[in-house]
């Protein structure tokens, strides 16, 4: 079973910061990584899917990158509305699991 | 655009079933286009995956709780739904339904508001 391990647990940043949050997979997951937004109260709403590419409205701030069993999403300049918790997720492999998430907070 | 909506009681009892619904529009559960699916998110923690089925009526569900879990769908009422059976605290959870596109595989595109259900003893 595929472990996703989301680093680091909490974030603390500053609007217009640059923030970069980590998923590694216990084992290759190739590129079937996606990334979601969940504020409280709301359900998750996918940012990224295959490892970089951008759900539909997503603004150009939110990037993905990586392969394999690292990746990273990254947030350009943090706006007030990005302060949330971010939850990566593998489809690559049977059961297909969800990280812990990250908690970005304002600094 | 596709919305779900979930219903079903907010309370159940231990070592009941806990059934739910999730209502769908814009789109239709017998198109084949989507893999239909149920996902929990514990109080305070993180989210957990519990199955799918698709329009041809094939399942599939996380191995933690196969033994418990039918998913089944109303081509009629354009609606799929969870039983769970003999629910403890543990399943204390809030309960989204979710669509992933067959062209996206297992990402969950659209989702539901979500529906907390509390096991009680």
């Known amino acids: 079973e595929i472990v996703l391990t989301q680093s680091p647990a909490t974030l603390s940043l500053s609007p217009g910061e640059r923030a970069t949050l980590s998923c590694r997979a216990s084992q290759s997951i190739r590129n079937y990584l996606a990334w979601y937004q969940q504020k409280p109260g709301q359900a998750p709403r996918l940012l990224i899917y295959d490892a970089s590419n951008r759900a539909t409205g997503i603004p150009a701030r939110f990037s993905g990158s990586g392969s394999g069993t690292d990746f990273t999403l990254t947030i350009s300049s943090l706006e007030p509305e990005d302060f949330a918790v971010y939850s990566c997720?593998?489809?690559?492999?049977?059961?297909?699991?969800f990280g812990q998430g990250t908690k970005l907070e304002i600094k | 655009q596709v919305q779900l909506q979930e219903s079903g009681p907010g309370l159940v009892k231990a070592s009941e079933t806990l059934s739910l619904t999730c209502t769908v529009s814009g789109g239709s559960v017998s198109s084949g286009s989507c893999y239909w699916s149920w996902i929990r998110q514990p109080p305070g923690q993180g989210l957990e995956w519990i199955g799918y089925?698709?329009?041809?009526?094939?399942?599939n569900y996380n191995p933690s709780l196969k033994s418990r879990v039918t998913i089944s769908v109303d081509t009629s009422k354009n609606q799929f739904s969870l039983k769970l059976s003999s629910v403890t605290a543990a399943d204390t959870a809030v309960y989204y339904c979710a669509s992933a596109p067959i062209t996206m595989g297992l990402t969950f595109e659209y989702w539901g508001q979500g529906t907390p259900v509390t096991v009680s003893s």
């Open positions: 089925i698709y329009s041809s009526g094939s399942t």
């Open positions: 997720h593998q489809r690559s492999d049977w059961p297909y699991a």
